[in-house]
């Protein structure tokens, strides 16, 4: 343990250079390291020249920012291929999909059950018929700016934002409207 | 590990000044022609909704009351004369005007703003610009932070205070039309950053303000419904009837998180270069405040 100690320590003082040009923060983001979410939000009290600052509900600082001090690069897209049979679970992957902290699939497309449906891209109610692969599926979740590089989809795969089998599931979902 | 130690520091020493100089990844939202010296009209030439909003006395109450339609209004339809509903803005505004005679019992506050033998007709126009002592491209809200500190007071930009004074000093430009020049230096490299900055992706939804504001407006997302970036400024400070008297950067803050994308603090430069951009494209129009949005 010791060892690791002293090692990370040497390392950190060598690194330190590449470290701050690369991995860490910016200053001027609205961070608060002693908060569960990290992120946090101005709010304004009445009568008052202070503001108050909430968390949000998400800790956003670990990707790119708008801050000129802001090094790290934005993944570029990410080709994939999907490995082996696809054991999703559509079930879940429907809670995926309508769910605005994680797929929020519905934000842009108009799923079936969901009046609300967003209208930036084509309806998916019947993409189970259109006759695209698991694979065609899973590479557009996973990054779909391989097909297109001027699309407004969010890379879920790329930016970590759902997992390899968060993306089965979701496939299944896809797959089972009809 | 000693090892890889010593080829990290090596590695880095040379390349260091080079990476530096290296801007990072980022994808773009395409920009739309905005020409050199923009203005709120040339929206006829992009979303072409500006015939509905160019002037709020003469809002289609066809267009403003459709469920489908309403966002080509692009809100107008919420400002005085048209809407002159009592809401927060005007408590703020009679705030705004009780600190600033506070701050302004000599004189001296409305000196530093800007004002003319404390004339505050037209200050409101002035803003933003580049200012020397500051060093930097400053907004209203960020110089009434500095000239009230001047004088003792805490005025956060942002807070409640800070905004209830720009309310106030606006509403004396209430109707004349915004005019900043960003076709000479230093506020047309400012309008270039904000420019690019307003087209930048980021986040982990990889969204730049333009996804929603250019190539989704009008577009629902999922009850929400962007609407044109051109012909905003005008009555911002605003009174959000979510119960919130809101500066333009604590706006920014608020669309970068609903956007997955991480805010920065009110006041960075990155903020004040979006104001100059947005602010150029609402050349034309008039200051309305108080005002009052969803």
């Not at chain 2, 395409?30 to 040339?42: E, L, M, N, V």
């Not at chain 2, 705030?95 to 505050?120: H, I, M, P, S, T």
């Not at chain 2, 087209?199 to 929603?212: D, I, Q, V, Y």
Request: contains cysteine; proline residues 6%; positive net charge.
């Amino acid at each position: 343990m010791k060892h690791t100690l002293l090692a990370l320590a040497v390392m950190g003082l060598a690194g330190s250079q590449a470290a701050r040009a690369a991995d860490s923060l910016p200053p001027n983001i609205l961070y608060d390291a002693a908060r569960e979410k990290k992120t946090i939000w101005p709010l304004p009290v009445r009568n008052s020249g202070e503001l108050k600052y909430n968390e949000h509900r998400q800790d956003l600082s670990r990707w790119p920012t708008l801050s000129y001090q802001d090094k790290r690069d934005t993944k570029r897209p990410e080709k994939v291929e999907l490995q082996g049979p696809l054991n999703g679970n559509a079930e879940n992957g429907k809670k995926i999909a309508m769910n605005t902290q994680r797929g929020n699939c519905w934000a842009c497309h108009v799923l079936p059950g969901d009046p609300q449906g967003g209208t930036g891209g084509p309806p998916l109610i019947n993409v189970g018929t259109w006759g695209y692969s698991d694979a065609h599926l899973y590479q557009q979740i996973w990054d779909r700016r391989v097909a297109n590089p001027a699309t407004e989809m969010p890379p879920y795969g790329s930016n970590g934002v759902l997992s390899d089998q968060d993306i089965r599931d979701v496939v299944a979902y896809l797959q089972t409207l009809k | 590990m000693k090892r890889s130690t010593l080829t990290l520091a090596l590695l880095t020493l040379p390349l260091a000044p080079a990476l530096a100089a290296e801007a990072p990844y980022r994808d773009m939202t395409s920009y739309i022609d905005y020409g050199k010296s923009p203005k709120a009209s040339d929206d006829a030439k992009h979303t072409n909704t500006y015939q509905y909003w160019k002037d709020n006395r003469k809002i289609d109450p066809e267009i403003s009351n459709s469920l489908t339609d309403f966002w080509k209004v692009n809100w107008k339809y919420r400002d005085a004369p048209y809407d002159d509903t009592l809401h927060g803005g005007h408590d703020a505004l009679e705030r705004g005007e009780e600190v600033y005679k506070q701050l302004n019992a000599k004189g001296d506050f409305a000196a530093c703003l800007g004002a003319k033998k404390g004339d505050l007709k037209g200050l409101r126009l002035t803003y933003p610009r580049f200012d020397k002592e500051l060093g930097g491209i400053v907004g209203l809200e960020a110089r009434i932070e500095h000239c009230a500190a001047r004088q003792g007071m805490k005025l956060e930009n942002g807070s409640y205070d800070n905004t209830a004074v720009s309310v106030y000093v606006t509403s004396f430009s209430n109707g004349m039309p915004l005019k900043i020049d960003v076709t000479r230096e230093p506020m047309k490299s400012a309008f270039e950053r904000g420019k690019k900055l307003f087209h930048t992706k980021a986040g982990w939804t990889n969204f730049s303000c333009a996804t929603c504001h250019v190539s989704l407006v009008g577009k629902g997302l999922r009850g929400q419904i962007p609407t044109t970036h051109y012909g905003d400024i005008g009555h911002w400070p605003t009174w959000r009837s979510k119960d919130e008297l809101q500066s333009l950067h604590v706006r920014f803050t608020e669309c970068n998180r609903n956007a997955g994308v991480q805010p920065l603090k009110v006041g960075s430069p990155e903020y004040h270069d979006i104001e100059v951009f947005m602010t150029a494209l609402s050349n034309g129009m008039p200051v309305t405040v108080p005002s009052q949005r969803d």
